[in-house]
């Protein structure tokens, strides 16, 4: 599913859908859109802010959960909350991607996927800053899902 501002109102109902009429589904994947190509055509219609749909995305924390398995991709660690950050899945390229000046000193940016090019100049990313690493921070290895926890 591609998180937009079209998507968000419904996000709750339809991932509810997904679970009750697709049990066998062993996987949602919700992919932050990607200010490019034809979304360009409907950037008033689909702009969202990354910060919103964090939270958006943290009031479903128990539907998420219920779901077997859930990834969030194109979405930086300061968008979401910790809770979620194990979700989190570095997807992005790093040639589409970029990290803002503040970011340099962000203790996770080692485990960030950043923010997509085309979200900071379409919105200018003005509402995502560095965060502080939790204590309990537990850490994969793996480049693409960085952050351990969470289910499955």
């Known amino acids: 599913l591609v998180l937009s501002a079209l998507l968000l109102p419904v996000l709750r109902s339809t991932l509810l859908f997904i679970r009750a009429r ?11 859109i990607e200010l490019e190509g034809r979304a360009l055509w409907r950037l008033g219609e689909l702009k969202v802010g990354m910060a919103e749909t964090g939270r958006a995305l943290d009031s479903l924390y ?17 968008a979401l909350p ?44 003005a509402d995502l800053h560095p965060v502080a690493a939790p204590r309990d921070l537990a850490v994969t290895g793996d480049e693409y899902r960085p952050i351990a926890g969470g289910h499955r």
């Open 62 to 78: 128990g539907v998420l959960t219920a779901l077997p398995e859930v990834r969030l991709c194109h979405l930086p660690l300061c």
């Open 82 to 125: 910790p809770r979620l950050w194990p979700f989190a899945w570095r997807t992005l390229d790093p040639r589409k991607v970029v990290f803002k000046l503040e970011c340099r000193d962000c203790p996770m940016r080692p485990h960030c996927v950043g923010v997509h090019k085309a979200y900071a100049r379409h919105t200018g990313a």
């Open 22 to 32: 697709f049990p066998e589904a062993d996987r949602v994947t919700l992919l932050f």
